[in-house]
Structures are given as structure tokens and as C-alpha cells.
């Protein structure tokens, strides 16, 4: 019944190591999203992906690499991992994009994975 | 330049008592806010969402209030309970072009309620 789930919820790895999350919603919605929240609690918007478009890269190093096989999975590949990557990842989906008016654009979030790097 | 702040940075209140949260904004143009609750090691779920005339909308005991001359939000929750000790997330979406939107977030108060 999960609406966006998440796995793995947590991940300790090694710097230089390549990971992968991935991301499973099944809302119907046609539009996902990668979040990053740092140590200091802030949201920051990574990707998002329309219909399996790219629609939003925000400056982020191409060591990230998001796929989405289809409008219901969207996966976050990181390459080289550094310290600086330690985070919770959250991934999210909405039924068109972010920020519209009324519950189109509602962003529905997963768990969350939190990625160590050590 | 678009920006949220939030205060307070965190609070701590008896189960039972009111609470104020407050968010400013300076985004334009301007679409609509939404107040996020975000439970420790969840993800963040939607509270309220507000557009530009819209003065006041609840949410069982959470009362969002936006002054859009002003720029600023307020989200009131009444009768507090233990579980609603989280993080408050203001958003305030931006329009850029067309049916697009951008976020802007804030940083969050972190709410204690203490029995």
C-alpha cells in the first residue's frame, strides 16, 4: 500500500564506491523527483523527471545519474562517491508539476534513504 | 533574490498548548504556499496550501494564515499533541514560465512537545 517507497532505506558504503537507490510510486502520478536533505535539515530539489523527461538538473555533479524506466520508477545512480554525498535521499512523485495550485503538483514523498559515506 | 525564513528555528511546548509558527517570503512572482509536516526519518507530508487569496484555511487543529501584502505565512496549532512533535516546512512555489513552478523552501521550525 506504500505510495512511494524507497530502497534501501539505509546505505553505509565507502568513498569512491558506485550506489544506487531506487524509487517505486504507485499514485499514477506522471512526475517524479530526487531530493537531497543535508545535515542542516534543507531540501534541495536534484531532478525531475515528466513522463520519463528530464525536466529539472539542478547544477548537480554529473557522478549523479537518475533513470526512469518508466513513469512509475525513477533511480539515482551515484558514481566515485565523496564524504560530502552523506545525506538523506528522498525521492517523491506529483500528479503534474510541483507547485501548482490545488492538489495537481502535491509532492508525495517516500521514506527517505539515508546514504553514509565513510 | 527568492527566499523562505522560518521562525523560530525550533520551539518546545507543553502537550496541551498553542503554538505560532511563523514563515516569510520574499518570492515573485508569487503562486501559492504549502506547509509541510515532516516526522523524524519520514518524508515530508503535505499540511495545508494556500494561494494568493486565500487568508486562512485548517486543517484539523492547524490553521494556516497568509498575508500575501505582507509576505508572510502562520501556521497555529492548537491543542497540541505529542505526535506533533516534527519539523514545519514552509514552501512557497514561485511561477517561471507558463504552467511552471519553482520551490522554494524553507528551512523549518523544529517542534518539541513535551507531556
Known amino acids: 500500500d506504500t505510495a512511494v517507497s524507497q530502497t534501501p532505506k539505509y546505505l553505509v558504503t565507502q568513498m569512491g564506491n558506485d550506489k544506487s537507490i531506487k524509487c517505486e510510486q504507485n499514485l499514477g502520478h506522471d512526475t517524479m523527483y530526487w531530493y537531497k536533505q543535508d545535515s542542516k535539515k534543507f531540501l534541495k530539489i536534484m531532478f525531475s523527471?515528466?513522463?520519463?523527461?528530464?525536466?529539472i538538473n539542478e547544477t548537480v555533479p554529473n557522478r549523479f545519474s537518475p533513470k526512469s524506466p518508466d513513469k512509475a520508477h525513477l533511480n539515482l545512480h551515484i558514481n566515485s562517491l565523496e564524504l560530502g554525498d552523506s545525506a538523506v535521499y528522498f525521492c517523491?512523485?506529483?500528479?503534474?508539476?510541483?507547485?501548482?495550485?490545488?492538489?495537481?503538483?502535491?509532492?508525495?514523498f517516500g521514506e527517505g534513504s539515508r546514504l553514509t559515506v565513510l | 533574490k527568492n527566499q523562505v525564513e522560518q521562525s523560530p528555528q525550533s520551539l518546545i511546548i507543553l502537550e496541551g498548548k498553542n503554538c505560532t509558527l511563523q514563515?516569510?517570503?520574499?518570492?515573485?512572482?508569487?503562486?501559492?504556499l504549502r506547509w509541510y509536516k515532516q516526522d523524524t526519518g519520514r518524508g515530508p507530508v503535505s499540511l495545508t496550501i494556500?494561494?494568493?487569496s486565500e487568508n486562512t484555511k485548517s486543517n484539523g487543529r492547524y490553521t494556516a494564515t497568509l498575508d500575501a501584502d505582507t509576505k508572510q505565512s502562520s501556521l497555529h496549532i492548537t491543542a497540541s499533541q505529542l505526535s506533533d512533535s516534527a519539523s514545519y516546512i514552509c514552501?512557497?512555489?514561485?511561477?517561471?514560465?507558463?504552467?511552471?513552478?519553482?520551490?522554494?523552501w524553507g528551512l523549518g521550525t523544529s517542534l518539541a512537545v513535551n507531556p
Open positions: 494556500m494561494t494568493f
Open positions: 523527471y515528466n513522463n520519463k523527461e528530464l525536466i
Open positions: 514552501v512557497v512555489s514561485a511561477r517561471t514560465s507558463g504552467d511552471n513552478r519553482k520551490l522554494i
Open positions: 514563515c516569510n517570503y520574499t518570492v515573485s512572482p508569487f503562486s501559492n
Open positions: 517523491a512523485s506529483s500528479h503534474g508539476l510541483a507547485g501548482g495550485h490545488t492538489n495537481t503538483g502535491e509532492l508525495f
